[in-house]
């Protein structure tokens, strides 16, 4: 049984550009949450999906979106890079949104912005 | 605010001692309280989970954590560390409508021969 799969492992982008990282939970979980977690700090909430709608919201700008598709999976969209979006993005996924559900985590996406 | 905060950024220990990484929370709701571990290149890995009941619960790999609510505290201890420990530990609170959680900034661990 595969766990949380996340692509790429890691890419580099420059300032102003756009990136879609991608996510695919642990079979049977239908909730995908977004972490961020810059160097030297915990991971960040950034947003929560579930029956392809975006539930819940953490502190960060529009410029950060996404996305999940009917098979569960999702996306997270950055638009125009900042330096500071450098960071490990960690996707975990839940059967369901109740808050006794244990997250299982991916390995993360780590982002070099130049 | 709900915050965790994890006041020790970085422990040395020796293998075969034991280990006591602190935490406190701020929660306005009764707290779910979890402990994950990171090691390098690696997700989170769930160590152990408190919701209600028994104050003192038992984890993976031999960890243990009790939950004091007068002390807002919720500290990871081990009788006996191995060098396979050392590795970064997040506390994160929890609770509420959804499983969103809030984690503390880590303690990093590292294990002497």
């Known amino acids: 049984d595969a766990g949380v799969t996340q692509s790429p492992t890691h890419l580099i982008k420059t300032r102003g550009q756009q990136v879609t990282l991608r996510c695919s939970p642990k079979s049977g979980h239908d909730t995908v949450s977004w972490y961020q977690q810059a160097l030297g700090q915990g991971p960040q909430f950034i947003f929560q999906y579930y029956e392809e709608e975006e539930r819940q919201r953490g502190n960060f700008p529009d410029r950060f979106s996404g996305h999940q598709f009917p098979n569960y999976s999702s996306e997270l969209n950055v638009n125009a890079l900042l330096l500071g979006d450098s960071a490990l993005y960690l996707c975990?996924?839940?059967?369901?949104?109740?808050?006794?559900?244990?997250?299982?985590f991916g390995p993360g996406t780590r982002l070099t912005v130049t | 605010a709900q915050s965790v905060t994890q006041p020790d950024i970085h422990i040395t220990v020796s293998e075969g001692a034991s280990l006591e990484l602190r935490c406190n929370y701020s929660?306005?709701?009764?707290?779910?309280l979890f402990w994950y571990v990171q090691s390098p290149g690696q997700g989170l890995q769930l160590l152990l989970k408190y919701f209600s009941g028994d104050t003192l619960v038992q984890g993976i790999k031999g960890f243990e954590a009790e939950f004091k609510r007068s002390q807002s505290s919720f500290n990871l201890r081990k009788p006996s560390v191995h060098w396979s420990d050392a590795a970064e530990y997040f506390c994160a609170v929890g609770g509420g409508a959804t499983n969103k959680l809030i984690f503390g900034t880590g303690t990093l661990l590292a294990v002497q021969p």
């Open positions: 975990a996924s839940s059967w369901g949104l109740a808050s006794t559900y244990e997250q299982y």
């Open positions: 929660y306005g709701a009764t707290p779910y």
